[in-house]
């Protein structure tokens, strides 16, 4: 069992930076890929980003690359989504998982937080 607790989120001006962390607690944290994803109001859930379990490896959607930066740290059971330039575009409840990261690049996240909520204003 993996629980999942986001924090970090709030409001930010765009241009803007925030940095989301989520604290996992349960066994085995360190051998669990990990993701973001978000959803706006009145929007499909979407990616974000994953890192795999040793770090070595993350993906990101095409409309966050260059501006946020999954990363992880196994020792503290903590995953961060630095998030960079932000538009009123990217407001939406942020949501941390855990899963699995295929050699193929596919995330299956099996677990997930309650979410954070981020706000950007123009």
């Known amino acids: 069992q993996v629980q999942l607790v986001e924090s970090g989120g709030g409001l930010v001006q765009a241009g803007g930076s925030l940095r989301l962390s989520c604290a996992a607690s349960?066994?085995?944290?360190?051998?669990?890929?990990m993701g973001w994803f978000r959803q706006a109001p009145g929007k499909e859930r979407e990616f974000v980003a994953a890192i795999s379990w040793s770090g070595g490896v993350t993906y990101a959607t095409d409309s966050v690359k260059g501006r946020f930066t999954i990363s992880r740290d196994n020792a503290k059971n903590t995953v961060y989504l630095q998030m960079n330039s932000l538009t009123p575009e990217d407001t939406a409840e942020y949501f941390c998982t855990a899963g699995i990261m295929h050699y193929t690049g596919t995330y299956r996240p099996d677990y997930w937080g309650q979410g954070t909520q981020v706000t950007v204003s123009s």
């Open positions: 349960g066994r085995t944290f360190s051998s669990y890929a």
